[in-house]
């Protein structure tokens, strides 16, 4: 999977912002460095000393001019960055008190997403294209950073303290997310996505995202279930809709922890294991059947399945669409 930062490929009016504020910054350094050192090595050239000259040149101190003119030229160069500055600030910071429209939560080491509607998923989040979402940043754990670079700026999580920001998306299309700030052992395999949605096409997602997962139906498929009470998944992760039988036999009353990712439409979503791997039948029984080998120190524990157990669950999380 092929994970290339693009900080220089703006899709929202918050990173298109920061993208001109960096480029007006870059270009006002970039000449005050060719002055700077170009005139510095002009005079390293021209005044060097010529054989002959034993005798110290003339001392100067103190020329009204020249002190008066590097003094304001900078001095208008900080005001001028400080106003473009002021004017990113504006684009970029959402009002307080207005409820969100996603609040994201960064977990060790996975993000998950909560919609007002009542949809929970991780890994993969979708947005309608060309609406401003307001989103609520928290962390279950340490630090992360919730960063896509193409469409909104980094913030980090902080637990106990939730952060606002903008995200946007001016073209459809798929964008990719990353964990900003050291985490723990699996912090480099922590990605997202971000799905930027025709507004037709947001709706149907969230339709069908809505709906609770459908029942097992074949003798593997119930197997699958049975063992994913059996086995403890059910401990940690969601399924709404799981069949209230089995919950109950395990001693839960229905399927809804909130530790790990909840997979009630798993087999929706295009990647396993926080988007390290490409969700398919061969990926699935990878994970399964050792995730610590996927994920050295994630808190999935390699539970020893038997080849069939496994096959049995994956016939199962399969039908999770
Ligand atoms: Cu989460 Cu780094």
């Given at each position: 999977m092929s994970h290339i930062l693009t900080a220089f490929n703006p899709h929202s009016p918050v990173t298109q912002a920061m993208e001109g504020l960096f480029i007006v910054t870059l270009w006002v350094c970039a000449f005050l460095f060719v002055v700077v050192a170009g005139g510095t090595a002009y005079c390293i050239f021209k005044f060097r000393a010529k054989p002959g000259d034993d005798v110290p040149p003339k001392q100067i101190m103190g020329y009204e001019p020249i002190e008066i003119i590097w003094t304001v030229v900078p001095a208008l160069i900080v005001v001028l960055l400080l106003v473009l500055t002021y004017r990113v600030m504006g684009v970029e910071y959402p009002p307080t008190n207005q409820q969100p429209d996603i609040t994201i939560t960064g977990h060790q080491w996975w993000w998950e997403a909560q919609y007002p509607s009542g949809i929970i998923t991780a890994g993969e989040f979708h947005i309608p294209v060309g609406k401003r979402m307001l989103l609520r940043l928290k962390s279950a754990d340490v630090l992360h950073a919730f960063w896509v670079p193409e469409l909104a700026r980094m913030m980090n999580t902080v637990p106990g303290e939730p952060k606002d920001i903008w995200l946007e998306a001016d073209k459809p299309g798929v964008y990719q997310g990353y964990c900003g700030e050291f985490c723990g052992d699996q912090h480099a395999h922590m990605f997202f996505k971000i799905y930027a949605d025709s507004p037709a096409d947001f709706a149907k997602w969230q339709q069908q995202q809505l709906k609770p997962a459908p029942q097992p139906t074949t003798p593997e498929e119930i197997k699958g279930a049975q063992l994913f009470s059996d086995m403890t998944c059910i401990t940690c992760h969601a399924i709404k809709g799981f069949p209230t039988a089995m919950a109950l036999k395990a001693?839960?009353?229905?399927?809804?922890?909130?530790?790990?990712?909840?997979?009630?439409?798993?087999?929706?979503?295009?990647?396993?294991a926080s988007g390290v791997l490409t969700n398919n039948r061969a990926n699935l029984t990878r994970w399964l059947t050792d995730p610590q080998k996927i994920k050295?120190?994630?808190?999935?524990?390699?539970?020893?399945?038997?080849p069939e157990q496994v096959k049995e669950l994956v016939d199962y999380f399969e039908t999770l669409k």
């Open positions: 001693g839960f009353s229905d399927a809804s922890a909130e530790v790990a990712p909840n997979l009630t439409h798993l087999a929706s979503r295009h990647t396993l050295p120190g994630c808190y999935m524990p390699d539970f020893k399945l038997k």
